[in-house]
């Protein structure tokens, strides 16, 4: 079975500054997805960033990057240029390529700080 | 379509009562999932539907815990004989096929 650890329960990081968050996940499959949502205080949990295992560039999306590392199962994301709005839980999220339920980590905790 | 929809949003009941918990998906997407949150914890599976077959159920969910799709569109719920243990928000996600799962706002359910 997979399973993904997040190390971190909270963090915290000043307006404007880059934080990264932690995620190691354990699988023996080689083709999966991996994912970072974010679920802010009493809303909904929304997708950040998604990694195709097969790909070797890491992935993207504006402020949020990903450092993939497919050999040490690690899969950490970089929120550059941090906002108040980034204050949330982080969880990241492995799935294997058959479309099956997604596995969470227990989350970290980001608060900005103005 | 704005999204995953979920009813109620909270629920509070008296231990040995049933509850039912709906989750109408984006309407083109044919999976449909059910997890379970707890406080501090990430979202746990309990079921998944790809259209209205239950393809796959968590050891997780126990006897008291059914779920349905008809039709493939929405989704249902149910708990038999809640236990305080039961307390927690159960979120429904909804996906086409390889694409990313959109959760709806979950239903936050208190069991006194």
């Known amino acids: 079975a997979q399973t993904v650890t997040q190390s971190q329960p909270e963090m915290s990081v000043q307006e404007a500054e880059t934080v990264t968050l932690s995620c190691t996940y354990d699988t023996s499959e080689n083709n999966y997805y991996l994912f970072w949502y974010k679920q802010p205080p009493s809303r909904q949990m929304i997708l950040v960033i998604r990694?195709?295992?097969?790909?070797?560039q890491n992935a993207t999306e504006n402020r949020f990057s990903v450092n993939f590392q497919k050999a040490a199962k690690s899969f950490s994301l970089k929120i550059s240029d941090s906002q108040l709005g980034d204050t949330a839980m982080y969880f990241c999220a492995f799935m294997n390529a058959g479309n099956t339920p997604l596995v969470f980590g227990k989350g970290t905790r980001l608060s900005v700080i103005a | 379509d704005t999204g995953v929809s979920q009813d109620p949003r909270h629920k509070i009941t008296k231990r040995g009562q049933n509850v039912t918990f709906r989750c109408d998906p984006i309407s083109e997407h044919n999976r449909l999932y059910w997890y379970r949150q707890t406080l501090g914890q990430g979202p746990e599976f309990l079921t998944y539907f790809q259209n209205e077959a239950q393809l796959e159920k968590s050891r997780l969910l126990s006897d008291r815990f059914s779920a349905e799709r008809p039709k493939g569109s929405f989704s249902t719920l149910e708990i038999q004989r809640t236990e305080q243990g039961d307390s927690a928000m159960y979120l429904c996600?909804?996906?086409?096929?390889?694409?990313?799962?959109?959760f709806g706002p979950g239903t936050r359910l208190t069991v006194l």
């Open positions: 990694q195709e295992a097969y790909k070797q």
């Open positions: 996600a909804s996906n086409y096929d390889y694409n990313e799962q959109f």
